[in-house]
């Protein structure tokens, strides 16, 4: 039975719903007046033991990792490492990177990731194309 150490982040009631909800459990919807609702200020620190959820965790601290890591790892695929928001570096435009990746990043250059889908090869003058 795995077990999680996660940091507690502000969230609203709306917010936790919908967490449980990707995770795979079963939440009843709350009211829309009540969905803004501060359920937990942050800060604090819960254990988490039981079955393996269904969501992603973060490679770093094992919270729920929503966010994945967009480095090309080549065929079209990317790394796709499960990242929180705390660990993952924000590159724009729904692009994100892990720290290993995001230190390859500078050398590699801004056209790196945003490889998909791969431009077609042109084809040479007098080649038909197939």
């Known amino acids: 039975m795995p ?4 940091k507690t982040k502000r969230k609203t009631l709306g917010q936790l719903v919908d967490e449980c909800k990707a995770a795979g459990l079963d939440m009843e919807e709350p ?3 009540e969905r803004d609702r501060v359920v937990d200020e942050g800060g604090g620190v819960v254990f988490m033991c039981g079955r393996e959820s269904k969501a992603p ?3 770093e601290c094992q919270d729920f990792g929503d966010l994945l890591c967009d480095w090309p790892a080549g065929k079209g695929k990317t790394c796709d490492l499960p990242m929180c928001e705390d660990h993952a570096h924000d590159l724009g435009g729904d692009k994100h990177l892990c720290e290993v990746h995001f230190r390859m990043f ?9 490889v998909w889908p791969p431009a077609k090869a042109s084809a040479k003058k007098g080649e038909k194309k197939r």
Do not use: R
Not at 3 to 6: D, E, L, M, S, T
Not at 106 to 114: E, L, M, R
């Open 31 to 33: 009211k829309p007046h």
């Open 106 to 114: 500078p050398a590699a250059g801004a056209a790196k990731v945003n």
């Open 3 to 6: 077990c999680y150490v996660v």
């Open 57 to 59: 965790h973060c490679y």
